[in-house]
């Protein structure tokens, strides 16, 4: 009975952890379902309770002590972080319940991205949070497959617009790339250590997708995770490492002094089916390194920093000024962001945390499936140099979540050099 108790909860753990990684989908098949009844604009009420009342359950059927206190403690912190800010800006407050970007719709509702901290750590397993990672990364997949040609097909992209409130016509999706990094990075892993042809297919394609119709942000995360997952590959043999990193700086640069030939190949196969890429496209014509604006938000987002360096602007502080120029309003760098939050000094401390915790695991941590996790949910993360608020990205918070689980369990888990994944001892 108490084996069959255990599966179950771990079944449910699994379940949880799986549809909010997947949530874009979840929330594309509920809203088709209630497009029928006329009641489509609920659909993230739906979406909530299929993923929390078996949440709930499982609550209901485990000691108190599996709830992880220190998530109570970050949402507590945040909402005590919202409540002084209010306090001392309240001209904060179109901000705070902006109809994209408030921060009960974008930030502290179940649904969103600091929710996955808690998803992570009720799991007690890094290879079941792989395992998760798998089959959500196949859901994904085929997702985002359907999307790229449908779009392809009928020649232009539906995005959301946070200026119109509603879906436009757009030449590429700029979210597009990002939903596929999971799916990317999962199975470039398992294609390393399995060597299974389905998984090279699925990366490759999906890369290929990513690159003719995401936007350049995620060619960065996929770039950070292969110099990474590269370390992690040959971390046992230096010698070898080295012989890899000399031979992919002489492969470099074979391409540097033929870039240009080798990008207008790639173009011309791409037009020959009636394909585009934006990024390719940009490259061709010298805007690659464009920032889109980027430079104006750093700058109005410095200039907050050098008026209030010591205890920053709060909650939202950039959004009330970038906002005005900027209909997202976030700073587009972490690194900024918590300095116009926190000031610089609290910004400092946290960042140095946040690095030096980050170095300990990839390096001393034992255990394979961990490091793994920790590498792909940090790549993902990567985006925050220059986009997205960290208060918004799953990932960020996922990776820190895969830190104090490895902080807390550390000493359950055996060495694990060979396999594919490693092997729990204990709890």
């Known amino acids: 009975m108490g084996k069959k108790l255990k ?27 209630l497009s029928v009844l006329q009641l489509q604009d609920f659909y993230w009420i739906i979406t909530i309770a ?31 972080l919202y409540a002084v800010t209010a306090f001392f800006h309240p001209e904060y407050q179109e901000w705070f319940h902006h109809p994209v970007y408030g921060v009960w719709k974008r930030i502290l509702r179940p649904d969103r991205g600091l929710f996955l901290y808690l998803f992570l750590r009720i799991q007690d397993d890094p290879d079941e949070i792989l395992n998760c990672m798998k089959i959500a990364g196949y859901i994904m997949f085929f997702y985002c497959a359907r999307t790229f040609v449908i779009s392809t097909i009928r020649g232009y992209w ?26 990317i990075m999962i199975f470039s892993y398992l294609a390393l250590y399995e060597k299974k042809i389905r998984y ?106 050098q008026e209030n360096p010591i205890t920053g602007w709060g909650l939202y502080g950039d959004r009330y000024v970038i906002g005005r120029r900027f209909a997202w309003g976030y700073s587009h760098n972490i690194f900024l962001e918590l300095m116009v939050t926190f000031g610089v000094v609290i910004a400092v401390i946290l960042s140095l945390i946040f690095f030096i915790n980050a170095t300990r695991l990839i390096i001393f941590s034992k255990n394979r499936s961990v490091r793994i996790l920790f590498i792909i949910c940090l790549s993902i993360s990567a985006k925050l140099l220059i986009s997205m608020s960290f208060w918004y ?18 000493g359950k888990f055996r060495v694990n050099r060979g396999g594919l994944i490693g092997k729990r001892v204990g709890k």
């Open 7 to 33: 599966i179950k909860k771990q079944n449910i753990r699994n379940y949880c952890l799986i549809l909010f990684l997947c949530i874009d989908v979840v929330y594309w098949v509920i809203q088709k379902i």
């Open 50 to 80: 299929v993923i929390y009342i078996p949440l709930i359950i499982y609550f209901c059927i485990t000691s108190v002590k599996e709830f992880p206190v220190d998530f109570l403690i970050i949402v507590l912190g945040i909402i005590l």
């Open 158 to 183: 539906l995005v959301y617009s946070a200026q119109t409130l509603t879906n436009v016509e757009a030449s590429y999706s700029m979210d597009f790339g990002y939903d596929l990094l999971l799916t």
């Open 200 to 305: 090279y297919l699925v990366a490759g394609i999906s890369f290929a997708m990513c690159l003719i119709a995401g936007s350049r942000g995620p060619l960065l995360c996929i770039g950070i995770f292969g110099i990474l997952i590269l370390i992690e590959f040959m971390r046992n043999n230096i010698k070898r490492l080295m012989i890899v990193l000399g031979s992919i700086s002489i492969a470099f640069a074979l391409i540097w002094f033929n870039f240009s030939r080798i990008i207008e190949i790639i173009q011309s196969v791409l037009s020959s089916f009636g394909i585009s890429s934006r990024s390719i496209q940009m490259i061709l014509e010298g805007n690659v390194t464009d920032n889109n604006g980027r430079t104006q938000i750093y700058e109005m987002a410095w200039s907050l920093i």
């Open 393 to 410: 990205e799953p990932y960020f918070w996922g990776a820190i979540a895969i830190f104090v689980n490895w902080e807390k369990r550390k």
